[in-house]
């Protein structure tokens, strides 16, 4: 038994398919194979159920996997005490945002923590919520910036700031002229929203419950009120399709042409944004350099917390 053959098997309990397994572990699909094989010939178990389209665990192979992961997390602490007696923040640091704070973070960030902490480059992951919980929870991630609330799994979490949303509308629209807007008001707009797997469209749905409606099954709804991106969302309502909520750190600081942005009145709805990471990591001053550097950042309109 090795680690790279326990690298494997949680690298195929993880993507449930052997080719993106071997992709993401940089080997060969008949490599990891055989190595995976030869691991339940040595156990005398089996681990996976290989169907016609996708790769099952069973239920005694779940439980090898914990264990696994267990195993590559310690040997990863081992390597890490070490590198901490020669330079606590050495080495990169793997971080992941979701979409909805990457693009207005990370620029900024980055810069930051290339001025600060040189020594440790940034691996940057964007993706949804529940993925970088899945990536933080296989070792995959060291740590992860993320807007709460999201479920609990044993996690370390520092609060990083609160932040305000915003309304988008189009500059011709009525409400384009106001210095603020009510939630109730935005109820016969039509809403313009991220689609499903965005942690940020749940939060709109809690500001405008009513638009919950459009979630459904329902394709041809969901094709008219959904955007892959906050981006495309504001393009979107530039062209006077509808109306759409968007954090505070997406507005651009330039006044566009085509697009106004209207405060909510009291009370603001806001979203937290914190960053986690595994109880395990003993990386404890990288953690507290990455947010230094982003309590270096502007950050123009949000409630730092500390």
């Given at each position: 038994m090795t680690l790279t053959e326990l690298r494997y098997i949680v690298a195929v309990a993880r993507e449930r398919h052997f080719g993106r397994a071997a992709e993401a572990c940089f080997v060969s699909q008949p490599t990891l194979s055989v190595a995976i094989k030869k691991l339940e010939d040595e156990l005398e178990v089996k681990l996976f159920e290989r169907g016609a389209s996708e790769i099952t665990v069973t239920p005694l192979g779940e439980e090898i996997v914990r264990q696994a992961q267990?195993?590559?997390e310690g040997a990863a602490g081992i390597k890490e005490t070490a590198k901490r007696g020669k330079d606590?923040?050495?080495?990169?640091?793997?971080?992941?945002?979701?979409?909805?704070?990457?693009?207005?973070l990370l620029p900024d960030l980055v810069k930051h923590a290339i001025d600060?902490?040189?020594q440790m480059p940034l691996m940057l992951q964007e993706n949804f919520t529940a993925k970088l919980l899945d990536m933080l929870r296989t070792g995959?991630?060291?740590?992860?910036?993320?807007a709460e609330p999201f479920p609990d799994t044993g996690l370390a979490v520092a609060p990083l700031y609160d932040e305000p949303f915003?309304?988008?509308v189009p500059k011709t629209h009525a409400l384009a002229k106001r210095k603020h807007v009510s939630a109730e008001e935005l109820k016969q707009?039509?809403?313009?929203?991220?689609?499903?797997?965005?942690?940020f469209r749940d939060h709109v749905l809690e500001v405008c419950p009513e638009y919950a409606r459009f979630s459904s099954d329902a394709e041809g709804i969901r094709k008219s009120f959904e955007g892959s991106s906050l981006e495309t969302i504001k393009y979107m309502v530039a062209s006077g399709m509808g109306v759409t909520v968007v954090p505070q750190l997406s507005v651009p600081k330039d006044t566009q042409p085509h697009v106004r942005y209207v405060a909510f009145s009291a009370p603001v709805p806001t979203r937290r944004v914190v960053l986690a990471w595994r109880r395990t990591f003993t990386r404890y001053e990288?953690?507290?350099?990455?947010?230094?550097?982003?309590y270096a950042c502007e950050l123009e309109g949000v409630a730092r917390l500390s």
């Open positions: 267990t195993v590559i606590p923040v050495s080495g990169p640091l793997r971080l992941g945002v979701i979409y909805t704070i990457g693009p207005y600060r902490v040189p995959d991630l060291d740590c992860a910036i993320m915003m309304v988008a707009e039509t809403m313009l929203l991220l689609g499903t797997g965005h942690c990288a953690i507290a350099a990455l947010r230094n550097a982003i």
